[in-house]
């Protein structure tokens, strides 16, 4: 469990891209959490990440910081480690260090159990469009019964499975690794390939109302996600706010839980104002 929301983590000296001589396995079980980039114009390739388990986000205190949240800087950070694929170098090596408009974003993890307390349990992202702070700035998601949210869960695992195969049928490519896999966008095993099957990209098929996990960034600005667990015991009521997640123009990411305090940008434009008021004060007292 992580305690201190100014942790950092760096990448050991051992991984690099040219490091890999042969392809391995994107991996994925039940639960676990999947990031995904792409590019809206399915140019360039999917990129998906696997990020560990998505009940490790539970044990994360509220940060009181100011600050945005945890910063998540490798595929395995969520569990204190710092071995796993550094997040923003993958993104940046295909879409450039400041990231443009029209990429999609989406974070989600889910249960195909069919017994137990995770029975056709969701976790899915919406896009965030209020100011960040520790409260939910998005419509939430909706619970509902086991028989429609099966169906999603279904996909979800489909899509990380989809990598998985892209994995171990693909040639030696050293920028797979058993967390992350970079996928053409026309491959029958790319996320937006499968997300898309009989419906729209983003929307798991048209299956539990239709509505859009995705977010779209506008170039040199962050992309926020608000992020909800979504039980069938709890149907028909919103689903529980999680927090929310922030991959800025840089290709940081970042987790700020559920009840953190986080100035609103206007708070940020209010301090910078009186900082200058005040240092002009101080400019003409020290001036006499």
């Known amino acids: 469990m992580m305690k201190n929301s100014n942790w950092t983590l760096a990448l050991t000296a051992g991984l690099g891209l040219a490091a890999a001589a042969q392809a391995q396995v994107f991996s994925y079980t039940d639960l676990n959490l999947i990031l995904v980039v792409r590019d809206d114009a399915g140019v360039k390739n999917d990129l998906e990440f696997n990020l560990g ?32 694929v550094n997040i923003a170098n993958q993104i940046r090596s295909v879409y450039g260090n400041t990231l443009p408009s029209g990429l999609d974003i989406t974070v989600f993890a889910s249960s195909t159990a069919t017994s137990g307390a995770n029975k056709k349990a969701l976790w899915l992202s919406a896009t965030r469009t209020g100011d960040v702070s520790g409260v939910s700035g998005s419509t939430p998601w909706q619970a509902d019964v086991s028989t429609a949210q099966g169906p999603v869960a279904g996909n979800i695992k489909t ?64 992309s ?31 987790f700020t839980p559920a009840g953190s305090v986080v100035p609103e940008p206007r708070s940020y434009a209010l301090m910078g104002a009186l900082g200058l008021v005040g240092f002009g004060l101080w400019r003409r007292r020290a001036s006499k």
């Open 224 to 254: 926020n996600l608000d992020f909800y667990s979504l039980n069938p015991s709890n149907v028909g009521n919103d689903g529980v706010y999680l927090g929310f997640f922030t991959l800025d123009k840089s290709a940081n990411l970042y």
């Open 53 to 84: 388990s998505v009940n490790n986000l539970t044990g994360l205190a509220a940060t009181t910081s100011g600050q945005l949240g945890y910063v998540l800087k490798t595929t395995d950070a969520i569990t204190g480690g710092s071995s796993g």
């Open 159 to 222: 899509i990380a499975q989809g990598a998985t195969a892209y994995t171990t049928a693909g040639a030696a490519n050293p920028t797979i690794k058993t967390t992350f896999a970079s996928i053409p966008a026309s491959s029958s095993s790319s996320y937006t390939t499968l997300s898309a099957k009989n419906g729209t990209v983003g929307q798991f098929a048209q299956t539990f109302g239709g509505g859009n996990v995705e977010t779209t960034s506008k170039g040199g600005l962050p």
